[in-house]
């Protein structure tokens, strides 16, 4: 009942921060907050979960009851946790708990109403990366929507209203290509399943147990809804062309939205795509392997290229996002033991780092009030650990050897090289995406950091509170603790996805 305990303490901690005073609302969520992170974090020492939650692996911490029968369907309060999910659980309540403190400096109105939406959104998260049945799980992957939407509209830049209606417009029709894919499978297995519990669903289709619906064939039937839950989650990933909500809501968002935005709401499509697209369909996904990794190779280069002509350091590293989540889906679509462990890996490193990466920016522009990389210069001799923390971050997002990237990265190369036909192209091309990452990364450093100090407004520059630095160090150490020693998620990774591999046909 873990699961469902820390659901609980976060939905009456949302509710407590609502009803507090707003002197206090921020201290309050930052308490509860740590209730989440001390419980994900001893159910991760005492993990003993193995195999894969979809294909006949043992769960940790479920519970499966039934909930409602809805038709010929049952519907199943089913949850619980393997080698996949468990360090997106782990991700998800460090780095709200770190975002909030975040908030503490920025946040000056509506605190009460901020911080709640905060909670509320985290245990949307839990639910996500827990549920095992669809119509659960589809609940939480809406209710994340809601306070997301308020957290852009409400306390938002200038342009919140816009960047807040599109990023929810975007998601929720993609919401609804995927749903229309999976409940197409639904209908296809008929008799076979009795329930939209996603273990039955996945073992169902892998029986071959799929049959015809309004004509289509079987194969058919599996390739187009492949191809429309492929749509809606590469929408929340987002993969290029349909990534432009991102850039928009990250630069109006406020820092801590934006922290776990691509810190944590982004691994929601990656992790959707895995379970479903590459775990339930893994046949299609194999033969469709090569127009994947164009899909994956073209966000990696083309959002490198875009973060390359930004002046906004939020636009960077938004566009850094896309570029990143395309060396996710390379390492998807390879089907091998370090292809597939290392695009999972690299949803945790990618949210740390550019969890930290975001917050580094938004330290600054409390300080600067001004994220224009040419408004400023020389903020290394007033801001010494802020920006000394940012430059780490940045060597991490270029692959720096003994940090999380370093280490994300090499393993889907080494997995994807040969692993499909044309593989050894796309995954050179994919490499060279390090390079223009390292172009705009260190030109933007060396304007914004470095030489004699200029600034284009009338603040003053000091450095920045304990406060607004601690949740910078503890991500870094985390960044590091991870590239030094992968396998205090690697190894549990690899376990859960063994058996993915046997049904993709990989190595």
């Keep these: 009942m873990m699961i469902e305990l820390l659901l609980g303490v976060t939905l009456v901690g949302a509710l407590l921060t609502f009803l507090a005073p707003n002197k206090v609302a921020g201290k309050l969520a930052f308490a509860v907050s740590l209730l989440p ?33 809805l038709g010929p369907w049952d519907l199943t309060w089913h949850v619980g946790l393997d080698g996949i999910s468990m360090p997106l659980f782990v991700l998800t309540t460090v780095l709200t708990t770190l975002a909030i403190v975040s908030a503490w400096t920025p946040i000056d109105e509506r605190q009460s109403q901020f911080y709640g939406l905060m909670l509320l959104m985290e245990a949307s998260l839990i639910g996500v990366f827990a549920a095992l049945d669809f119509f659960v799980w589809f609940i939480f992957w809406e209710a994340v929507l809601i306070p997301m939407y ?5 306390w938002g830049g200038p342009r919140r209203k816009y960047a807040a209606i599109k990023f929810f417009v975007y998601t929720n029709v993609a919401s609804l290509v995927m749903f229309i894919g999976f ?17 039955e669903v996945a073992q169902a289709l892998r029986a071959g147990e799929l049959g015809s619906v309004g004509g289509i064939a079987p194969g ?6 492949f191809f429309a839950m492929f749509a809606g989650f590469a929408v929340k990933v987002p993969v290029v062309p349909v990534h432009t909500w991102l850039p928009d809501a990250h630069v109006e968002a406020p820092t801590p939205v934006s922290v776990m935005l691509a810190g944590v709401l982004l691994k929601m499509g990656t992790y959707a795509l895995l379970r479903f697209n590459f775990t339930m369909l893994a046949d299609v996904a194999r033969g469709a392997a090569s127009i994947i990794a164009v899909f994956a190779v073209v966000s990696v280069i083309y959002g490198a290229m875009l973060a390359l002509a930004q002046q906004d350091l939020k636009r960077i590293v938004a566009y850094s996002s896309v570029s990143s989540m395309g060396y996710v889906i390379l390492g998807l679509v390879a089907y091998t033991v370090y292809g597939v462990g290392g695009a999972t890996f690299q949803m945790i490193a990618h949210g740390l780092i550019s969890g930290l990466m975001f917050m580094a920016v938004g330290v600054i522009y409390n300080t600067t009030h001004t994220r224009m990389v040419a408004d400023m210069s ?11 923390i940012l430059v780490a971050a940045a060597f991490a997002y270029m692959g720096l050897p003994l940090m999380a990237g370093f280490a994300g990265e090499l393993f889907i190369f080494l997995g994807a090289f040969n692993a499909f036909p044309g593989s050894p192209i796309f995954t050179s091309l994919a490499m060279f995406g390090i390079v223009i990452v390292a172009g705009y990364l260190l030109f933007a450093m060396q304007r914004t950091l470095f030489g004699s100090f200029r600034l284009e407004t009338d603040y003053e520059v000091t450095p920045a509170p304990f406060h607004d630095v601690a949740p910078l160090a503890v991500l870094l150490i985390l960044i590091i603790a991870l590239g030094v020693a992968p396998d205090i998620f690697m190894q549990m990774i690899q376990d859960a996805i063994r058996p993915i591999l046997v049904v993709g046909g990989g190595a």
């Design 37 to 69: 992170v001390v419980g994900s974090l001893w159910m991760y020492l005492n993990f003993d979960g193995s195999g894969n939650a979809l294909l006949g692996g043992t769960l940790a911490y479920e519970t499966n009851a039934q909930w409602v029968s």
């Design 150 to 154: 308020f957290l852009i509209g409400v």
């Design 183 to 199: 409940m197409a499978l639904v209908f296809g297995l008929g008799d076979s399943v009795t329930t939209l519990g996603l273990p």
């Design 220 to 225: 058919t039937l599996k390739a187009l809804a």
């Design 378 to 388: 020389g903020l290394a001799d007033r801001m010494p650990w802020t920006v000394g």
